[in-house]
């Protein structure tokens, strides 16, 4: 089960790297992670009803100067595919993407969904990054975020359940 | 009434305001009549009141409009949810309902039929939400949601003259666009915006 442990060394991570605006739609192996995103006061956290709105609502803010993520499940990535196409791809925009990877190694639920989510990353053209430990978290989502902004691009960190 | 006449009706009151408008022809009649860098060009169908919503929330103090139509709201209800869940005071969405996918053939929307989007937004916990058929109380409404807080959702209903058209070319550079937007917000808010990667890398210890 996810530890709150471990979401605190990913909202420490999100915070270290300045992260201000989260979009989320729960999953429930992130439920440490919004709850932590909710109480905290360094985040406005803005909780969406279909991940699409997510990544529309992360443009918007990164005009305004704010450095976004978005945090889902990979069905969510799937949802948001066309607003990643048609909106932060073609224009250009960064943001950091949280993926929790259903169907991922280890994971027995949504078996199709796990088999296809990093060749969808891959023909998106999202560079994305699967820890192995929760050690490898805050230096990744630092890196992560830096090269958001350098690409010009979203950014995903995909993240096992084991590593929640 | 028209969607011209209407967007002609509020011109005015649009100074410095950000503006996300949704492709198509809401976004060259609204570019014709008010020509500015601070006009964002929705492409993916739906996404302006999300877009909307995030701006709103980043530059609380100001408000932010929507230009929208209903086919657009329809792909895109969910953002009315959240928007009512998240009550952005300073977010003024304009719906132009002519019932039709205009741009796209004109073919039926579901407002065409039994979709109601006034109530859709009211259930939705936007408490502001009316619909005007005169381009007198649109532009009422509107200077109302300039005065008060919001969030407000404001449906004109309007036809379409003559034949749709689907061509609208545009020859805006869409990621210029973007560029453009942001040094218009920078200008009326008097301060930076845009940071690149390497003011993300320094920020970072």
């Known amino acids: 089960m996810p530890s709150i442990e471990n979401a605190n060394v990913i909202l420490q991570s999100l915070q270290r790297a300045g992260i ?8 429930a192996f992130l439920v440490h992670v919004i709850e932590g995103l909710e109480k905290r006061n360094e985040f406005l956290h803005l909780p969406v009803t279909r ?29 948001a595919s066309n607003a990643l196409t048609t909106t932060a791809l073609q224009i250009e925009i960064p943001m950091l993407l949280l993926v929790l990877y259903a169907g991922g190694r280890g994971d027995m639920s949504f078996p199709m969904l796990g088999q296809v989510t990093e060749g969808v990353l891959g023909a998106l053209q999202i560079p994305y990054y699967i820890p192995e430990t929760i050690d490898q978290i805050s230096d990744l989502v630092t890196d992560a975020v830096v090269q958001t902004y350098n690409a010009k691009k979203p950014v995903a960190i995909v993240l096992h359940k084991s590593v929640l | 009434m028209l969607r011209s006449e209407c967007l002609e009706s509020i011109v005015d009151l649009f100074d410095d305001v950000p503006c996300f408008v949704s492709v198509s022809r809401t976004w060259t009649e609204w570019n014709d009549l008010r020509p500015s860098d601070g006009n964002f060009k929705v492409k993916t169908l739906g996404s302006g009141s999300s877009l909307g919503l995030g701006l709103a929330m980043a530059l609380p103090h100001r408000k932010i409009a929507v230009l929208d139509g209903d086919g657009a709201v329809t792909m895109n209800v969910n953002g009315l949810l959240t928007i009512g869940r998240l009550r952005p005071s300073n977010l003024i969405h304009l719906v132009f309902d002519n019932k039709m996918y205009e741009s796209s053939g004109a ?20 408490e502001s939400a009316r619909r005007v058929a005169t381009v007198a109380d649109f532009r009422s409404a509107v200077e109302n949601a300039f005065k008060t807080d919001g969030p407000h959702f404001i449906v004109a209903d309007v036809v379409t003259p003559g034949k749709a058209t689907s061509h609208a070319y545009s020859r805006m550079d869409e990621t210029e666009g973007k560029f453009l937007f942001i040094r218009f917000l920078e200008a009326i808010e008097g301060r930076k915006i845009y940071q690149d990667a390497i003011d993300v890398k320094l920020s970072i210890e």
Do not use: H, W
């Open chain 1, 20 to 27: 201000e605006v989260v979009a989320s739609l729960p999953d």
């Open chain 1, 51 to 79: 991940e699409e709105e997510g990544i529309g609502i992360c443009t918007g803010a990164y005009l305004g100067g704010k450095r976004c993520a978005m945090v889902m499940q990979n069905a969510g990535l799937l949802n």
């Open chain 2, 107 to 126: 073919l039926p929307t579901a407002t065409t039929y039994n979709a109601d989007l006034v109530g859709f937004a009211a259930a939705s916990g936007i």
